[in-house]
């Protein structure tokens, strides 16, 4: 993945045009270039070419823009603990590299990771039987429900720190 590879007009206007972090980063997000990184790369990519990215160092317009370009798809892409190791990465030669990555994190939607492991001999309350032939169960809990799980499925979510 390399920034030739891409057309960064409308990013490159955008970061021109940009007298805020804030409004670079609503520019990027509705960007296509931006949103067909984070749905066709993983965040993981992302953050690999970004680290090359920030290392290097900026030469030309594009290159200016790609870091953020790179760290708002990585937001896009959902992926928290990326986004945080983004974040850290050294920016020295990027204006609002710092306020945007600080910006990213806040707004990043909290979640919760909880694994709940259900068989049918490690049934508890909260936990009833729907249709035993078929191994599905309703697992009720304070502030959600989740309903019709394979008993073979587990369920999952993440918090972020």
Sequence with gaps: MNLQDFDLTGASESYLLANTHLFLISRLQDDPVVQNLSRNFSSGE???VLRTSIQKGPDSL??????YILLVAIFLSGNFS???EAAGLPSAKLKWYGLVAATLLASAPPTNRMVVEISPGNLSEGVEWLNPPTNVV???EAGGQWSNLPTSV???SETKP
């Design 82 to 84: 990326d986004l945080q």
């Design 138 to 140: 309703t697992v009720a």
């Design 154 to 156: 587990a369920v999952t």
């Design 62 to 67: 594009e290159e200016a823009v790609w870091p």
């Design 46 to 48: 992302i953050r690999g």
